[in-house]
């Protein structure tokens, strides 16, 4: 594998765009054009439905405001989750057992399509498997032995065990969890080599990428719908609208149902042996229980990535200094370790924190709001996507079913609201 040593740039960039093979420039959009269908957003959602599209024939066109990847997709933990982010209990009693059923089996499928698309379109991005959810207090720990528990007896999921102090310490390096849970079928992957190889695969397959091309609004009638763009428009039978967090800006009637959050990752120098054995020895990704999470995992290069805090407004000048403290409360030796890069991403999250799947009139279909937990269900939502657009919409509307809730407030005071709303849940890990 190549993962050629990185320059060093400061703390002020992304580690995963001076690692990930470079990409294809592509032209933005200059004038009109058309396509059978659109898609609005060149993130892990938009680019497995230009994907799984253009596979099946269609004439894709893909719009991308900056460059492919330059979204959340490009710039995560890289972690694979089980599940979805509430629990299969609490969506048991929320939707019923069959529901509630038919959501995991998706959720299983999102973590095997990954790992399928990376094998079969040759990805090389540093696909692992493991995943550590550590308990970041003792009262964290019964609720996921309980989960572990019915998911193993409800669900037949025998990949995830609890581990002790003792165990957890083994696995992480760090002794200061009192358990967690071992997940083999959860894993972690170079989200941005992984959203730059499906462009690769898109191209392969016939989709054509405009990058640096906007869209500002989508304008539907009986016979097709446009995409007006700040350079031009697309006229397509149907449009795919991908554009998560920011799926509000192009649809209005959207921004009720999803907010937005920045969240922060830091790399580490590369880390010599025998620290670097320290870390980490499984090669496992780790997130632990906290609502404002910490999550973590190392690099091909010896780094550590840690991400974690959270931000409602303008991202802090120093993202290290906010970060730093965290991480070194993990691997307290790291004290004084450099840290090289830092970056932000932000993460669209919706009320239910459940994925929000719909239409707009007849001819648009969004997916968005993954809240946190997209690197495996968001390239299933790209493919479920592109199924309800060729005239298959039954596992779309698995998650369409879900009943979206809207964030409260008017426009000027949603932001507010739901800033007071998620400090109350950082709050909670407190206590
Ligand atoms: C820092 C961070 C850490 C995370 N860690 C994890 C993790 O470890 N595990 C996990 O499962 N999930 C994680 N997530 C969430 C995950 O990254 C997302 O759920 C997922 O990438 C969403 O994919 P997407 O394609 O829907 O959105 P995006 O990747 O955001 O793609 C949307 C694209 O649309 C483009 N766009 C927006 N508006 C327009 C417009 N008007 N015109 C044209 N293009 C437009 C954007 O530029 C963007 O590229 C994390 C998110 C962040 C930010």
Redesign the pocket.
């Known amino acids: 594998m190549r993962w050629p040593p990185v320059q060093a740039a400061n703390g002020t960039q992304s580690w995963y765009r001076v690692s990930a093979p470079p990409s294809h420039a592509h032209i933005a959009l200059l004038g009109s054009a058309r396509a059978d269908i659109c898609v609005?957003?060149?993130?892990?959602?938009?680019l497995s439905a230009a994907l799984h599209l253009a596979e099946k024939g269609a004439k894709v066109a893909l719009?991308?405001?900056?460059t492919v990847g330059?979204?959340?997709?490009g710039?995560?933990?890289?972690?694979?989750?089980t599940g979805l982010r509430q629990r299969q209990k609490a969506l048991e009693r929320w939707l019923g057992k069959e529901h509630a059923r038919a959501l995991w089996d998706l959720a299983q499928e999102s973590k095997a399509l990954v790992r399928d698309l990376a094998a079969r379109h040759g990805i090389d991005c540093a696909l692992k498997d493991g995943l550590v959810i550590a308990a970041h207090h003792r009262r964290a720990l019964r609720p996921l032995a309980e989960d572990t528990e019915h998911l193993r007896r409800h669900y037949n999921y025998g990949q995830a065990e609890m581990i002790d102090a003792a165990g957890t310490a083994r696995c992480l390096g760090t002794s200061v969890y009192p358990g967690g849970r071992l997940d083999k079928g959860g894993g972690h992957l170079h989200p941005l080599a992984f959203a730059r190889g499906l462009a690769r695969a898109g191209e392969a397959a016939g989709v054509r990428f405009h990058e640096h091309?906007?869209?500002v609004r989508i304008e539907q009638n009986e016979r097709c719908v446009r995409v007006q763009c700040e350079s031009g428009a697309i006229d397509a039978g149907q449009v795919i609208l991908?554009?998560?967090?920011?799926s509000g800006?192009?649809a209005p009637q959207l921004a009720p149902f999803i907010a937005h959050v920045e969240?922060f990752?830091v790399a580490t120098e590369p880390l010599a042996s025998p620290l670097y054995d320290t870390i980490l020895p499984l090669d496992a990704a780790v997130a632990d229980t906290r609502h404002v999470l910490d999550?973590y995992r190392k690099s091909e290069d010896r780094r550590l990535l840690f991400?974690g805090r959270e931000s409602y407004w303008t991202p802090p000048a120093d993202i290290a200094a906010m970060v730093r403290p965290r991480m070194e409360s993990v691997y307290p030796f790291l004290k004084g370790a450099r840290i090289e890069f830092a970056w932000?991403?932000?993460?669209?999250i919706t009320a239910t924190r459940m994925p929000h799947f719909g239409r707009i009139g007849s001819r648009v279909l969004f997916a968005?709001g993954?809240s946190?937990?997209?690197?495996?269900l968001?390239n299933l939502g790209g493919k479920l996507l592109a199924e309800a657009a060729l005239g298959a919409p039954e596992r779309f509307d698995v998650f369409a079913r879900v009943p979206a809730k809207v964030f409260p407030g008017n426009a000027w005071l949603r932001k507010p609201l739901v800033t007071a709303g998620l400090a109350w849940f950082k709050l909670l890990d407190y206590f």
């Open positions: 609005v957003g060149g993130g892990f959602t938009g719009i991308e405001v900056g330059s979204g959340a997709s710039r995560n933990g890289g972690q694979i989750h091309t906007r869209a991908a554009c998560d967090a920011l800006d192009v969240s990752i999550y991400g932000s991403g932000t993460v669209g968005h993954y946190g937990q997209g690197v495996a968001a």
